[in-house]
C-alpha cells in the first residue's frame, strides 16, 4: 500500500504587524517580558483591509499551485478548515475555488468541496479526510487541497488580545508524498468542555486559565491513546514535536508534562534520578493532593536539568520560532509550528529523511489529538521554497491606533472605513459584498 501524506506546503501570512513587545505592551503599560518570555510572542500577524480568510486561503492555495505546477484538474477534494468562518451554509471551500478559477483554465467542478469546524484541531481533521478518502480510493488518482484559514482575533482588552493572528496554510495531500507520511496510528483526548467558544457570536468567550489546563489533560490523554496503540512513545524518537501553539508559553508547559510522563519508567528517568530524583508514584501518597504537589515540585525541578533543556532547545524549540512572529492561527497553528521545524532543519542543512515527527493538535470544546509523521526523501526541495520568512519581514508595522483601526476594520458590527495599509499585487483580494450579502473577490495583477 503507498504512503499518504503531506506533498507540498504554503503559508500566506497577514499583511500587517502588531509588536507586542513594544507597541502593544507599551499601550498597555505591560512589562514586555510578560510577552517575550511569559507568552513566548515578539508580534502578530495581522489582515490588511482587504484580506480575510477566503484570500489568504485561496493566495495560499494559488501560490502552491503555481509552484507545484498543479491544476483544477489535478485536485479531486477541497477541505478547508476555519474558525472564523462568516457564513452558516456555503462553505469557505466554493469562495476559494471561486477564487482560483479565476486565474486558471479548467475549473473544480468535479472536486468535492467541504468546511470543517472542531476550534484549532479541525485542520488536522481535515487532513485526516484528505488520507482517509485517498486511502479508501475514492480519489481516483487524483490530489486532496487542504487549507486552514483563520483570523483569530479578540474582543479589544480581552486577554487573548495578546495571542491574536492572522494566516492560512495550504497542504497537498497525496500519495507517496514528497514532504511528510502519515501515520495510521492516532491517539485521542476528546470530551465536552466550554473553555473557548463563538456561539453564533464573532470573537470567542474565552476562560484563558481554564483552557490551559483543558489543553493539558486532554494533551495527556490522547499521548497515552497513542502509547496504547504504539507500544511505545518516547521523547527521543522523535526529530521534533510541533504542538498547536497559541502562544509558545504554552507549548513550554505541554512539553514539560509530555516529557515527564514519557520518560517515566525508562533509563532516561533512572539518568535524571541522580540529580532529581524518581518522580512520584501515585501508590506512595495518602491522596491526590498530596501527590500532585508533589508532581509539580518534580516538574519544576526537571524543567532545570541538562536534559530536559537540552531536549527543548533541539526539539521543541524550533517548531516555536514562526508563531513568535506570527500569534496564533487557530486551524493553521499546528502547521505552521511542523513548517517551523522543517525550515529550521533545512537551514542548518540536516538531512531529516526518515526521521520522525510527533505532532500535537488539539481544539477547544475539546479535542486534542496526537500522531506520527516520517519525514520524507523530497522533505529539503518541499520546503525549500516556502517564503514565510520574508513574508514576515516586509508586513507593515501598526501603530497602536492603526491596530485598533484595523480591528475595527474586521468587527462585523462596525461599519468603518476599509482603510488600508499595503498595496496588494498578483494576489486575490475582498471586493465588497454582492446582492445577496455575499461575499466577492478579484484577483489584483
Ligand atoms: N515577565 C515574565 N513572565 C511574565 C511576566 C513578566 N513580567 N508577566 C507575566 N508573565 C508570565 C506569567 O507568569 C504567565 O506564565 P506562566 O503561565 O508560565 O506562569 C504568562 O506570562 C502569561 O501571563 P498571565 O497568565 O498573567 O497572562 P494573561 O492572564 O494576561 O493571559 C491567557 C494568558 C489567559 C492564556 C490569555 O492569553 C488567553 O486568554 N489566551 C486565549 C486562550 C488561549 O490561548 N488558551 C490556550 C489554550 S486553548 C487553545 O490552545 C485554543 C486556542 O488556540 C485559543
Excluded at 487541497?145 to 482588552?157: F, H, I, M, Q
Excluded at 540536516?350 to 505532532?359: F, H, P
Amino acid at each position: 500500500m503507498s504512503s499518504i501524506g503531506i506533498d507540498a506546503v504554503e503559508i500566506w501570512s497577514g499583511k500587517l504587524e502588531l509588536e507586542l513587545t513594544t507597541t502593544f505592551a507599551d499601550e498597555k503599560g505591560d512589562d514586555p517580558e510578560k510577552y517575550a518570555d511569559g507568552l513566548g510572542l515578539h508580534a502578530s500577524s495581522l489582515p490588511d483591509a482587504y484580506e480575510d480568510i477566503v484570500t489568504m486561503g485561496a493566495n495560499a492555495a494559488h501560490r502552491l499551485m503555481e509552484r507545484e505546477g498543479i491544476t483544477p484538474d489535478d485536485v479531486g477534494r477541497i477541505d478547508v478548515a476555519t474558525e472564523s468562518s462568516f457564513d452558516n451554509s456555503k462553505p469557505v471551500s466554493t469562495y476559494i475555488a471561486g477564487c482560483l478559477e479565476e486565474v486558471y483554465d479548467g475549473d473544480f467542478h468535479h472536486a468535492n468541496k467541504g468546511e470543517r469546524k472542531f476550534a484549532c484541531i479541525a485542520g488536522t481533521q481535515s487532513l485526516d479526510d484528505a488520507y482517509n478518502w485517498i486511502r479508501a480510493g475514492r480519489n481516483r488518482g487524483r490530489a486532496a487541497l487542504v487549507v486552514a484559514t483563520d483570523t483569530a482575533l479578540y474582543e479589544r482588552g480581552d486577554p487573548g488580545e495578546a495571542t491574536q493572528g492572522a494566516g492560512a496554510i495550504a497542504m497537498l495531500v497525496d500519495e507517496d508524498p514528497s514532504l511528510v507520511e502519515l501515520s495510521a496510528a492516532q491517539g485521542y483526548g476528546s470530551a465536552d468542555e466550554t473553555d473557548f467558544l463563538k456561539p453564533n457570536q464573532q470573537f470567542p468567550s474565552v476562560d484563558g486559565k481554564r483552557s490551559v489546563q483543558v489543553y493539558l489533560d486532554r494533551m495527556l490523554e490522547a499521548g497515552q491513546q497513542l502509547e496504547a496503540q504504539t507500544a511505545s512513545v518516547h521523547p527521543t524518537d522523535f526529530a521534533y514535536i510541533p504542538f498547536h501553539t497559541p502562544f509558545p508559553g504554552m507549548v513550554r508547559k505541554v512539553a514539560l508534562l509530555g516529557f515527564r510522563h514519557t520518560v517515566r519508567g525508562t533509563e532516561m528517568e533512572d539518568a535524571l534520578a541522580d540529580d532529581i530524583g524518581f518522580q512520584p508514584r501515585e501508590a506512595e501518597f495518602d491522596d491526590r493532593d498530596a501527590y500532585e504537589t508533589a508532581i509539580r515540585e518534580y516538574m519544576d525541578e526537571l524543567r532545570e536539568t541538562d536534559a530536559y533543556e537540552a531536549w527543548y532547545a533541539d526539539r521543541i524549540e524550533p517548531t516555536l520560532a514562526l508563531s513568535r512572529e506570527v500569534g496564533n492561527w487557530y486551524t493553521g497553528s499546528v502547521h505552521v509550528a511542523r513548517v517551523s521545524a522543517l525550515l529550521d532543519a533545512h537551514s542548518a542543512g540536516e538531512d531529516l529523511a526518515g526521521d520522525r515527527l510527533l505532532v500535537g493538535s488539539y481544539g477547544s470544546g475539546a479535542q486534542a489529538e496526537m500522531h506520527a509523521e516520517t519525514v520524507m526523501d523530497g522533505w529539503q526541495d518541499a520546503i525549500r521554497e516556502v517564503t514565510i520568512d520574508d513574508q514576515i519581514a516586509n508586513r507593515y508595522e501598526l501603530s497602536f491606533d492603526e491596530y485598533e483601526s484595523i480591528h475595527d476594520v474586521h468587527n462585523y458590527e462596525k461599519d468603518v472605513p476599509r482603510t488600508r495599509f499595503t498595496t496588494p499585487s498578483a494576489e486575490f483580494v475582498f471586493d465588497g459584498w454582492g446582492p445577496m450579502g455575499e461575499r466577492q473577490y478579484r484577483f489584483v495583477e
